[in-house]
């Protein structure tokens, strides 16, 4: 790998850890309604996964579009459609409002993991 394309790399990684997701609005609600001690499994499970989905995603893909082009470019497509049905599934949803009694419980430490 030459300089440029690993501080390329770098640079997408720095951008990807610093734009929040709704992981992290998940973490912040949660810290908001139960408080931070409940936060501390659940951010250390996203940390740890946030690890392992880039190090496969690299790993993987890059394969991938290394020794099949065409399966790359499905790969894409693929992505991108179910991208798009999952955003319609997201406009096309009825809202629901919980009352009390349905309100989740807290998670257990492994559960938040």
């Avoid at 809202?95 to 309100?103: I, K």
Wanted: proline fraction near 4%.
């Amino acid at each position: 790998m030459s300089a440029y394309a690993a501080l390329s790399f770098f640079v997408i990684v720095m951008i990807f850890a610093v734009t929040p997701g709704p992981g992290v609005f998940a973490l912040i609600a949660r810290a908001m309604s139960e408080g931070v001690r409940t936060c501390i499994p659940m951010s250390l499970g996203m940390c740890i996964s946030d690890v392992i989905y880039l190090l496969l995603a690299c790993f993987g893909l890059s394969a991938l579009a290394e020794n099949w082009g065409g399966a790359f470019i499905a790969v894409r497509y693929i992505g991108g459609a179910y991208l798009i049905y999952l955003g319609y599934k997201m406009f096309t949803a009825s809202a629901m409002r919980l009352s009390s009694e349905q309100q989740p419980n807290a998670a257990s430490w492994w559960a938040s993991f």
